[in-house]
Every structure is written in C-alpha cells, then in structure tokens.
C-alpha cells in the first residue's frame, strides 16, 4: 500500500454509562492498533471518534438516576476521556456530538438530501403511552422480537438476532417507565427513501468483497431483503432541532418543534464534522477534502456487530444521497460481540467489567494483550478470568517479556551491555523479513487478530533459537559463537518491539528503552519495518522486569 490518506472511524459511544470491555475488544483497542501501524508505514492517518450525546440512550438512563441528559453527561464524558488517556488511545480528535460545528452539519446534510429528493414526511404510527400521555422513544419499549422471539427487546432493534425492527412490530410492547402496555398512535416524521438510494448503494457493496466474508454476505442478506424507508425523525426534546427557518412551510411537521433528529441518523454523520473540526484546528483548510473528496483516500470503520447495517447501508446511503462525491468506506472492521465468560454484558444483571476499573487494577498492557488475543473478529469470543490470569503470566509475562529480559540480562553480563549487531542468523532474516510481509498484508484487510496470534507465534520462535544456541554455554569455548547467536536472538528482540508496537504501545517502548535501540539506530526507528544489520544496542536494565505477574 503506497502512502495515502487513511481515515480511522471509530463508534461514537453512548455517553450513558461505563464502557466495558467489550467496547474494547469490539473497537477501540483495533481502531488503535490499526492507526498506529499506518503511522508507522508512513501514511498521513487521522483517527477521529467522539462522544455521542444524543438520542435515547441518555434520557432513558438520565431519567434513571434523576438527572436531566446534560447531567449525565457532565458525569460520565470525563471518565471516557479518562479511558481514552489510560488505554493510550491514540485520537488525532474525540470529540462530542454537541458542537455547534456538528449540529451544522447534520442540518446541511438533512437539508442537501431535501433538495436532492431524498426526503419525503408522512404519518405512521409510533409508540404511545397512555399512562404517561406521551409518545414513547424506541428505547423506552421493550416487548418480544419478532424474528427470534427473544423477550425484553428494545423497539428499534434486537439485541439477540441484530434485526432492526419498525414501530409495530415488537410482541406485547411494554413501558421501560412504568412497565404499562404502550399502544400505537399517529405521528408525522420525516423518512429517508432508501429504495431509491438502494441501486447505488448495491453497487458500493458489490465492489467491496474484500470486507470481511461475514459482514459482506450479512450486508447483501439486507440488499436482498430491499431496503426500506427509514423515519429520521422523533419526538423527542433532547438532541439536535431541525433547521425550521431553512425548511420550506410545506414540508414542515406537525409540532416541528417537538422534533428531533433520531440519533442513528445524527451520530454517524459525526465522521464528516469531526474532520472539518480537525481541519479548522489545525487551520487547513485543504485536509478535509483530502480525506472526504480525494478517491485515492481509504476509509477504515471500527463497530460491533450491532452497528453494522448503520455502517455498511445507511451511512453509505446518506453520503451517496448528499451527490457530493463523498470517499465511501474501504473496509468495514467490524467484531462480533465478546461475552463474559460465556454471558451478554448486561449492567443491570451484574454481567459487566468496567474498563476503567480493571485498567487501573492491572495496567492497560495486561488487558489489552489479552483482548488482542481473544480478539471476536469473526467469531464470538469471550473473556475467562482464569484465561486472563493464564494469558497475561504465561505468555506476556513467561514467554515475551522474559525473551527481552535474557537478551538485556545476557549482554550485560558478558559484553558490558553494549553490542554491534552485525553477524546475524541469515535464515532468521528470512523469516523476520517475511514476517513483516505477511504482517503487513494481513493489517491492510484488517486482521488485526491473526497479525497478533503471528507476533507471538515471534516470541516463541525467538525463545526456542536462545533455548537451542545456549549462548551461555557457547561463551565458555566460544565467545564469537557466543556473540553472534546473541547478536541473532537481539534481532529477533528488535523488530519484536516493532511488531508489538502497535497491539502493547507502552510495553514495546520500554522494551526499545531496555536495549537502547532509540539511541543507537541509524534506521530512525520508529517505523514500521524491519531493524537491518549492522545496528547497536545499549542496555537500560534499570527498565527490568518489562512485565509482572498478576493475580485476581
């Protein structure tokens, strides 16, 4: 891949509660690993993602705890920033969904896709409730879905089967509040003419087979169905208003100012504002186009499973509506869900781990190692404690940072901690060389799980060389032997760091910092490509252990 614009998209997550670690295994912790490898291989990558504000999910859990929506907010946006900072999240720009530069532009959107007749208003029924004499959000409705018969499923979509459902269609709908049956009743909304965006948005996906085999065939199931109109609009008081003044009085609602956007409509346009928010940041005003309007960038989205349809449908729809030459996306990096030791996630039956709290418990290394390794890309993982416990000591601790620790400990102890790599296995430059090959072919399509189980699978090759060499031994009736098969395992150490830096950031620099490679390369590291001989090393020991056992 020549050097080019990438755009890392990230979900925007819901400012309503702890993210757990299914948000991390899901897509944060790839989004990131993704963007610091392109960083490395030389592309101009801008990781954008923000907090995502509106919608029902916050008033349904304001109203929960007694707070108005900005409340929770106010309460929960600094421990997201505080996960951000403690997992070394690497943003270019996390940002909110409450800009005055992000409710512009979801209004120009509604208003270019008017223009363009892409649009249209009428009634249909929504949810009521006559105990509360008011219409009822989507996630205030629970009832028995449809398609799997799976109960206590929110209105617009299962969370068991991942089908988005319509106002109607929920088995003996009942109120989140106050448990009361809900009844349909007439409102006016305006709706979103996918059927005839649906021929376009074919074409998009026809042309991307090289998502993952899943998410394309899951993508086309939709196609296949036909599209539907789908409402953007709701009653509600919490989100973004509609341009009223900039709206033709014959297409306005009824009650046009009890209107809102309906968030999945709002959220994912937050990848064109946070752009033009970076841009005018950073006062450039050519980097938007260059990321939005340049057919040589590549768009790269990060989600769980449930925000597919959202993703590989409706977000290309409403750019392909704007008839603005949006750069649609190039790989749709989407991970089927993790549970909990075989268990959903779920808050309110206790079925959680909460990324902040466990992150200050063991260190963000230790967790992030271990979800790169169960990481759910094409199948549902789950996390085990036990596992965890077994992964972080046997491999990160036993295997991988043990492999640093005797190279450092045995340059230290019989060259003075200095040492000129130069008379290397060149057999294990082959392998190392095609490593790097395999890997970067394999972080181009996004898989990052395989890259991860091929890195380590380095750690044990470089084990298994030191344990067969002996250099101790070797120093007794050779010390050229000896330091050469040193001199091969410190290679081997070297472009480890590099291919870890991207899945255990903190780790791989002190690791780099153990062996003195920042100081005495010639190569300019760090780049994402192989450390070549002749380079030196200067031991830190001061930097041992890399790593340390952990226990529950």
């Given at each position: 891949?020549?050097?080019?614009?990438?755009?890392?998209?990230?979900?925007?997550?819901?400012?309503?509660?702890?993210?757990?670690?299914?948000?991390?295994?899901?897509?944060?912790?790839?989004?990131?690993?993704?963007?610091?490898?392109?960083?490395?291989?030389?592309?101009?990558?801008?990781?954008?993602?923000?907090?995502?504000?509106?919608?029902?999910?916050?008033?349904?859990?304001?109203?929960?705890?007694?707070?108005?929506?900005?409340?929770?907010?106010?309460?929960?946006?600094?421990?997201?920033?505080?996960?951000?900072?403690?997992?070394?999240?690497?943003?270019?720009?996390?940002?909110?969904?409450?800009?005055?530069?992000?409710?512009?532009?979801?209004?120009?959107?509604?208003?270019?896709?008017?223009?363009?007749?892409?649009?249209?208003?009428?009634e249909?029924?929504?949810?009521?409730?006559?105990?509360?004499?008011?219409?009822?959000?989507?996630?205030?409705?629970?009832?028995?879905?449809?398609?799997?018969?799976?109960?206590?499923?929110?209105?617009?979509?299962?969370?068991?089967?991942?089908?988005?459902?319509?106002?109607?269609?929920?088995?003996?709908?009942?109120?989140?509040?106050?448990?009361?049956?809900?009844?349909?009743?007439?409102?006016?909304?305006?709706?979103?003419?996918?059927?005839?965006?649906?021929?376009?948005?074919?074409?998009?996906?026809?042309?991307?087979?090289?998502?993952?085999?899943?998410?394309?065939?899951?993508?086309?199931?939709?196609?296949?169905?036909?599209?539907?109109?789908?409402?953007?609009?709701?009653?509600?008081?919490?989100?973004i208003?509609?341009?009223?003044?900039?709206?033709?009085?014959?297409?306005?609602?009824?009650?046009?100012?009890?209107?809102?956007?309906?968030?999945?409509?709002?959220?994912?346009?937050?990848?064109?504002?946070?752009?033009?928010?970076?841009?005018?940041?950073?006062?450039?005003?050519?980097?938007?186009s260059?990321?939005?309007?340049?057919?040589?960038?590549?768009?790269y989205?990060?989600?769980?499973?449930?925000?597919?349809?959202?993703?590989?449908?409706?977000?290309?729809?409403?750019?392909?509506?704007?008839?603005?030459?949006?750069?649609?996306?190039?790989?749709?990096?989407?991970?089927?869900?993790?549970?909990?030791?075989?268990?959903?996630?779920?808050?309110?039956r206790?079925?959680?781990?909460?990324?902040?709290?466990?992150?200050?418990?063991?260190?963000?290394?230790?967790?992030?190692?271990?979800?790169f390794s169960i990481?759910?890309?094409?199948?549902?993982?789950s996390?085990?404690?036990?596992?965890?416990?077994?992964?972080?000591?046997?491999?990160?601790?036993?295997?991988?940072a043990?492999?640093?620790?005797?190279?450092?400990?045995?340059?230290?102890?019989?060259?003075?901690?200095?040492?000129?790599?130069?008379?290397?296995?060149?057999?294990?430059?082959?392998?190392?060389?095609?490593?790097?090959?395999?890997?970067?072919?394999?972080?181009?399509?996004?898989?990052?799980?395989?890259?991860?189980?091929?890195?380590?699978?380095?750690?044990?090759?470089?084990?298994?060389?030191?344990?067969?060499?002996?250099?101790?031994?070797?120093?007794?009736?050779?010390?050229?032997?000896?330091?050469?098969?040193?001199?091969?395992?410190?290679?081997?150490?070297?472009?480890?760091?590099?291919?870890?830096?991207?899945?255990?950031?903190?780790?791989?620099?002190?690791?780099?910092?153990?062996?003195?490679?920042?100081q005495?390369?010639?190569?300019?590291?760090?780049?994402?490509?192989?450390?070549?001989?002749?380079?030196?090393?200067?031991?830190?020991?001061?930097?041992?252990?890399?790593?340390?056992?952990?226990?529950?």
């Open positions: 891949m020549l050097s080019q614009n990438i755009l890392v998209a990230v979900a925007w997550p819901y400012v309503n509660g702890e993210i757990h670690v299914g948000h991390l295994a899901g897509y944060l912790l790839p989004a990131d690993a993704f963007a610091r490898w392109a960083r490395l291989r030389g592309h101009q990558v801008l990781m954008v993602s923000g907090a995502d504000c509106h919608g029902t999910p916050i008033t349904v859990e304001a109203e929960k705890h007694h707070l108005s929506p900005q409340q929770l907010i106010d309460t929960y946006l600094p421990q997201i920033k505080e996960l951000i900072k403690l997992y070394d999240l690497s943003y270019d720009l996390f940002t909110t969904t409450q800009t005055s530069n992000h409710q512009k532009i979801v209004q120009e959107f509604f208003l270019k896709l008017l223009k363009n007749g892409y649009i249209f208003k009428k249909d029924y929504q949810y009521y409730s006559p105990s509360q004499k008011r219409f009822l959000p989507d996630r205030y409705v629970e009832g028995e879905c449809p398609y799997c018969h799976s109960p206590n499923q929110r209105a617009d979509q299962c969370e068991v089967c991942g089908r988005v459902l319509d106002s109607g269609q929920l088995i003996n709908p009942h109120s989140k509040l106050d448990g009361q049956k809900v009844i349909l009743k007439k409102s006016e909304h305006y709706y979103l003419d996918y059927p005839k965006l649906e021929k376009e948005i074919k074409n998009f996906v026809l042309k991307s087979k090289h998502w993952r085999p899943w998410v394309w065939q899951e993508t086309m199931g939709w196609l296949k169905e036909g599209l539907k109109p789908r409402p953007i609009s709701r009653d509600l008081e919490w989100g208003p509609f341009p009223k003044d900039k709206i033709p009085p014959s297409w306005q609602l009824k009650n046009m100012n009890k209107k809102r956007f309906y968030v999945w409509f709002d959220a994912v346009i937050g990848y064109i504002s946070a752009v033009r928010e970076y841009a005018q940041k950073k006062k450039k005003g050519s980097l938007f260059e990321f939005w309007h340049n057919p040589s960038s590549r768009h989205y990060f989600m769980g499973q449930d925000n597919l349809a959202f993703h590989t449908i409706f977000w290309p729809g409403q750019l392909i509506g704007q008839k603005d030459n949006y750069t649609l996306s190039y790989q749709e990096c989407i991970n089927k869900f993790l549970t909990l030791e075989g268990k959903k996630f779920s808050k309110s206790g079925v959680i781990i909460n990324s902040l709290e466990v992150g200050k418990k063991y260190g963000s290394d230790p967790i992030r190692f271990y979800l990481l759910p890309e094409n199948h549902e993982s996390w085990y404690w036990t596992e965890f416990v077994r992964t972080v000591n046997g491999v990160l601790v036993d295997k991988v043990n492999f640093f620790q005797r190279v450092a400990l045995f340059q230290e102890k019989f060259f003075g901690g200095e040492l000129l790599v130069k008379n290397v296995d060149p057999s294990i430059i082959k392998y190392t060389l095609t490593t790097f090959s395999s890997v970067n072919q394999k972080m181009e399509s996004c898989s990052l799980g395989a890259v991860f189980k091929e890195v380590i699978e380095v750690s044990n090759k470089a084990n298994l060389y030191l344990n067969q060499k002996e250099p101790w031994q070797q120093i007794k009736v050779s010390p050229s032997a000896a330091k050469d098969s040193l001199a091969t395992a410190t290679y081997l150490a070297a472009n480890l760091v590099v291919l870890l830096s991207p899945f255990i950031p903190s780790f791989s620099q002190r690791a780099s910092v153990l062996l003195g490679l920042e005495t390369s010639a190569q300019k590291q760090p780049t994402f490509s192989p450390y070549s001989p002749p380079f030196k090393t200067k031991i830190n020991p001061s930097f041992l252990p890399l790593a340390k056992k952990i226990s529950l």
